[in-house]
């Protein structure tokens, strides 16, 4: 595989020193080039590129890119005085969905904050080794503005014949279940600035993660694997149902959910993925024996946590080994995963890209973590791509199933549109 990097000349000098805790991390990123990972306040955020790589296509896209950030790592000059989990040099990765496509990153941020939420805060520079300076204040951001909107690689009835004839493959037998996406654009009159959408999603989405990686933005509800020393963890979500314009009906609609037996079946599929990858890694692995109804402002959606201990050994697997390990779930690909993506491939008529692949962070140590990219978009310059896709089995309706797109759209859409920054 052909690895393509830039970075500084020379080792890294990276220092990470603890600070008073900054309070809003989103609110300290003086420029556009950020990178992200925060949920309820506590994560990561950066900017600058101390190290980036760009990694082709292929099937061994994370295995190079492994072996190209602890080349980077082990050659460090680190002084990390704080030792702890996403203190030191650390990576935000955007890997492709499907193997067959370009555009996989990782990148190393010149400056990073970090916040744990326990009272534990934290800077690291790499290259500039100084003491740090006072935080930098956020400039005013502008509005993004009017919006002109357009259809992506398939119109909405068109979308639902594919879905149509994907619950007809599946009703022949030898498919049980397929993830079928769709993308929207979006374009403004000046550069989009992801600062504008990352505050917004943040402040509407709090249980969500919200992310930033090489233009990739989103706030996703899929933690696709979590790791703390030996420790591992995942939330798998399949199964889906709005949220109700009032208590009651908002009730209804989630006893429905915990009801269907359609949604049951495309989420126990998602958890057998996730339990078949992680569990040859592992010494133990938990997994709640029913999944439980999880609420997000737009959405609810059935849920099981998965927890484990990783198999003690000299080299236990990094956060980011663990996520090429379970991608993809079928959550976002189907099962069998070789016959959902190859109807993917069929029906969806585009490249999804960095969309419903890993994203998130990992440190010098190997602790991480990884969501899906969901509920996002890809910005570039002054267009935004976005993307909403549902897990169809035997059950599945064109019609729901389209409607259901548009209601996974919203959060993007709505940080786009409307609201303060």
């Not at 600058?48 to 295995?63: H, I, N």
């Not at 849920?303 to 484990?308: D, H, L, M």
């Not at 897990?391 to 549109?417: C, D, H, N, W, Y």
Request: charged residues 25%; aromatic residues 6%.
């Amino acid at each position: 595989m052909r690895v393509l990097s830039r970075q500084e000349t020379g080792r890294l000098s990276v220092r990470t020193v603890a600070i008073p805790d900054p309070g809003d991390l989103l609110g300290h990123i003086p420029r556009p080039d950020v990178v992200a990972w925060v949920q309820h306040g506590a994560g990561l955020a950066g900017w600058g590129e101390a190290v980036r790589v760009s990694l082709p296509a292929g099937e061994d896209r994370f295995t190079a890119g492994e072996k190209w950030l602890r080349s980077v790592f082990d050659a460090a000059d680190i002084d990390d005085q704080v030792r702890l989990r996403g203190s030191g040099p650390i990576a935000f990765g955007s890997f492709t969905f499907d193997a067959s496509s370009d555009e996989s990153v990782l990148i190393i941020p010149r400056v990073v904050l970090g916040r744990d939420g326990l009272g534990h805060a934290w800077l690291t520079r790499v290259g500039d080794t100084s003491p740090p300076l006072p935080l930098p204040a956020q400039a005013p951001l502008a509005e993004i503005g009017p919006l002109g909107w357009r259809e992506g690689s398939l119109p909405g009835a068109r979308w639902e014949d594919a879905v149509g004839e994907a619950v007809a493959a599946i009703k022949a037998g030898g498919l049980r279940k397929v993830v079928l996406a769709r993308d929207l654009f979006a374009t403004a009159g000046e550069p989009i600035d992801a600062r504008v959408l990352l505050r917004r999603l943040a402040a509407r989405y709090p249980d969500c993660f919200t992310f930033a990686c090489d233009g990739m933005v989103g706030a996703t509800p899929e933690l696709l694997v979590r790791r703390a020393g030996l420790q591992v963890s995942a939330l798998v979500l399949g199964g889906t149902a709005p949220r109700g314009g009032d208590a009651a009906q908002d009730e209804a609609l989630g006893s429905e959910l915990l009801a269907s037996a359609k949604n049951h079946e495309e989420h126990a599929y998602a958890v057998a993925s996730i339990r078949d990858a992680l569990g040859p890694l592992c010494d133990e692995l938990e997994i709640e024996a029913r999944p439980g109804l999880l609420k997000f402002p737009n959405l609810q959606h059935l849920g099981t946590q998965v927890r484990g201990t990783l198999a003690d050994s000299e080299k236990p697997k990094s956060a980011l080994a663990l996520a090429a390990a379970v991608h993809p779930p079928a959550a976002v690909c189907g099962t069998p995963t070789s016959a959902a993506l190859e109807l993917i491939r069929e029906l969806e008529h585009m490249d999804r890209q960095r969309y419903a692949g890993p994203v998130g962070w990992v440190d010098a140590e190997g602790n991480g973590e990884w969501g899906i990219a969901l509920r996002c978009a890809q910005l570039s310059g002054r267009t935004a791509r976005l993307f909403a896709g549902c897990g169809i089995v035997a059950g599945s309706e064109p019609a729901a199933e389209l409607a259901e797109t548009l209601v996974k759209f919203q959060p993007m859409r709505g940080a786009l549109e409307d609201g303060p920054a």
